[in-house]
């Protein structure tokens, strides 16, 4: 069974009469890459923020490594974050900001900065002050000085925000092996579920303050593949001759919909079938719900 590093028990945070995350409950795996998903104003940020310390829960509770309450003091070391902006002295190189945060964390030596300057791709910036930097730039060296003393666990809010393509494509690729390699389980936030399902292991889906699903990488993956969709006017009927071909990986959606998962090549054995049996076929298709329906079908109103 999977060790459970952080957990929240009906996590709720109210600004005034505003209700920004009610009463949620996630739970994130060590080693995973669990990726927090939402439309702008879901709650992710304020959730990120309370589990960083960064804001007072206003009910419920949460656990770091099943440490809770004063007892997260212990453990808070073993957590970085970035949330929202980086914080950079913006009259400092890359290098130096990191220099300055390595020697409060008690780590020495240039070559360890040197490769968390490669790894995400700011090798090469010189002495150009971190002032002058683009957004994109600055989210590599705010995800850099996350990265500082190996966290246990690493929350990042939007990390991609402001990257070009090959920046987002870098920073995937560094996320992904910093967790493999270094066994860091990555809390990551975003509204950009297409983004997020490249590295994510798992995924909370969150509307409205509210976690509305929690789901692992292979379950999005089943619940977004090629299917055949049939519209049919008796699917009870059209089960029973589905099962007659040998077809038994069959959902029923609706009154008037059935959804296949094998056979995909048989469509025109399965229509004949269906309709010999006395079954009208209006429609008939291999089809698969995109990410992107998917996501807007789960946080519908």
Same mark, same amino acid.
């Given at each position: 069974?999977?060790?459970?590093?952080?957990?929240?028990?009906?996590?709720?945070?109210?600004?005034?009469?505003?209700?920004?995350?009610?009463?949620?409950?996630?739970?994130?795996?060590?080693?995973?890459?669990?990726?927090? !998903?939402? &439309?702008?104003?879901?709650?992710?940020? /304020? /959730?990120?923020?309370?589990?960083?310390?960064?804001?007072?829960?206003?009910?419920?509770?949460?656990?770091? @490594?099943?440490?809770?309450?004063?007892? %997260?003091?212990?453990?808070?070391?073993?957590?970085?974050?970035? !949330?929202?902006?980086?914080?950079?002295?913006?009259?400092?190189?890359?290098?130096?900001?990191?220099?300055?945060?390595?020697?409060?964390?008690?780590?020495?030596?240039?070559?360890?900065?040197?490769?968390?300057?490669?790894?995400?791709?700011?090798?090469?910036?010189? &002495?150009?002050?971190?002032?002058?930097?683009?957004?994109?730039?600055?989210?590599?060296?705010?995800?850099?000085?996350?990265?500082?003393?190996?966290?246990?666990?690493?929350?990042?809010?939007?990390?991609?925000?402001?990257?070009?393509?090959?920046?987002?494509?870098? =920073?995937?690729?560094?996320?992904?092996?910093?967790?493999? #390699?270094? *066994?860091?389980?990555?809390?990551?936030?975003?509204? =950009?579920?297409?983004?997020?399902? &490249?590295?994510?292991?798992?995924?909370?889906?969150?509307?409205?303050?509210?976690?509305? #699903?929690? %789901? /692992?990488?292979?379950?999005?993956?089943?619940?977004?593949?090629?299917?055949?969709?049939?519209?049919?006017?008796?699917?009870?009927?059209? *089960?029973?001759? +589905?099962?007659?071909?040998?077809? /038994?990986?069959? &959902?029923?959606?609706?009154?008037?919909?059935?959804?296949?998962?094998?056979?995909?090549?048989?469509?025109?054995?399965?229509?004949?079938?269906?309709?010999?049996?006395?079954?009208?076929?209006?429609? !008939?298709?291999?089809?698969?719900?995109?990410?992107?329906? @998917?996501? +807007?079908?789960?946080?519908?109103?």
């Amino acid at each position: 069974m999977s060790e459970i590093i952080l957990q929240t028990h009906e996590l709720k945070k109210v600004y005034g009469k505003q209700v920004a995350v009610d009463g949620i409950d996630l739970k994130v795996e060590r080693g995973s890459i669990y990726g927090l !998903i939402g &439309k702008n104003g879901a709650g992710k940020t /304020t /959730t990120l923020k309370m589990i960083s310390g960064l804001a007072k829960p206003t009910s419920g509770s949460f656990s770091l @490594f099943g440490k809770t309450g004063s007892e %997260l003091a212990d453990v808070r070391g073993r957590v970085s974050c970035l !949330i929202e902006e980086p914080g950079l002295y913006p009259n400092m190189t890359a290098f130096e900001n990191l220099k300055a945060k390595c020697l409060c964390y008690g780590v020495k030596g240039d070559a360890y900065i040197k490769e968390l300057l490669e790894r995400v791709g700011l090798a090469n910036v010189g &002495k150009k002050k971190a002032g002058h930097f683009s957004l994109g730039m600055k989210q590599r060296l705010g995800i850099a000085m996350a990265m500082v003393g190996e966290p246990d666990l690493l929350i990042l809010d939007e990390p991609i925000n402001g990257l070009d393509p090959e920046g987002i494509v870098e =920073i995937r690729d560094t996320l992904t092996q910093f967790s493999k #390699e270094k *066994g860091v389980t990555i809390l990551i936030s975003s509204h =950009i579920l297409e983004e997020l399902s &490249k590295v994510a292991t798992h995924y909370g889906i969150m509307s409205k303050g509210r976690l509305v #699903e929690q %789901l /692992t990488a292979e379950e999005l993956a089943d619940r977004c593949s090629l299917r055949i969709e049939a519209v049919v006017d008796r699917p009870e009927i059209a *089960g029973t001759v +589905l099962e007659r071909l040998g077809i /038994t990986n069959y &959902k029923v959606v609706d009154k008037e919909t059935i959804n296949i998962s094998e056979r995909l090549e048989d469509v025109a054995q399965i229509n004949r079938a269906l309709n010999e049996a006395g079954v009208l076929v209006s429609k !008939i298709m291999v089809n698969n719900e995109s990410l992107e329906s @998917f996501f +807007l079908t789960t946080t519908a109103d």
